[in-house]
């Protein structure tokens, strides 16, 4: 949220206006259908491709191995398995908190995205093995390569976060927070201003 003064408003602050219920409501929609998606997916990865070599797709552009992996998205951070579902779980909880003053399409879908990311993680953090917030994530998507040498080993999950951090990148990149409220920078005054209050003053 932005606490410069100068920011304006593209709504009334209104707790009970029907526009922030119905930003709340996209983003109700779409956290639950990716951690669903995501849940289903890993399922049937684990079902399908537990003990078998990957499964080549579109002539070698895809390819389906089955990683557990106890790291961050993508592999990195492996072996902090109990950090990052600490994390995750501060990520989830902050984002439910923010939710009520979502006044943001855009904000709307990115946390949407990044939350159900994140939940589907969590899932698999605390109910598989070895243990609770000790689980190693099910990644299953491989590109150009079967074990990810040319690009981690990834998920549905790791793809929601990404896309929906790129959407929260491009609303602060338009000066757009999440309560609806557009950031505008104070113009910076001229060389010629600058110099008339020096004579001003002299």
């Known amino acids: 949220m932005s606490t410069d003064p100068n920011t304006e408003p593209d709504t009334p602050d209104q707790p009970d206006a029907p526009l922030p219920k119905r930003r709340v409501l996209l983003l109700a929609v779409i956290a639950p259908l990716v951690l669903a998606l995501d849940l289903v997916t890993k399922i ?83 109910f598989r093995g070895p243990g609770p917030l000790r689980g190693g994530v099910v990644d299953f998507i491989s590109v150009l390569d079967p074990w990810g040498n040319f690009f981690p080993v990834f998920n549905l999950a790791d793809s929601a976060i990404c896309v929906g951090g790129g959407v929260i990148v491009l609303m602060a990149l338009l000066q757009r927070d999440y309560d609806g409220t557009r950031v505008e920078k104070k113009p910076s005054r001229s060389a010629e201003e600058k110099s008339a209050e020096k004579k001003a003053g002299a």
């Open 44 to 126: 049937i990865a684990v079902d399908r491709l537990e003990g078998r070599e990957p499964v080549e797709l579109f002539g070698g552009l895809l390819y389906l191995p089955l990683i557990r992996n106890t790291g961050a998205a993508f592999g990195l951070a492996e072996g902090w398995t109990v950090i990052l579902a600490l994390i995750a779980s501060g990520v989830v909880v902050f984002i439910l908190w923010i939710a009520r003053r979502l006044r943001s399409v855009g904000w709307a879908i990115g946390l949407g995205l990044v939350l159900g990311g994140a939940a589907g993680n969590l899932v698999d953090r605390i």
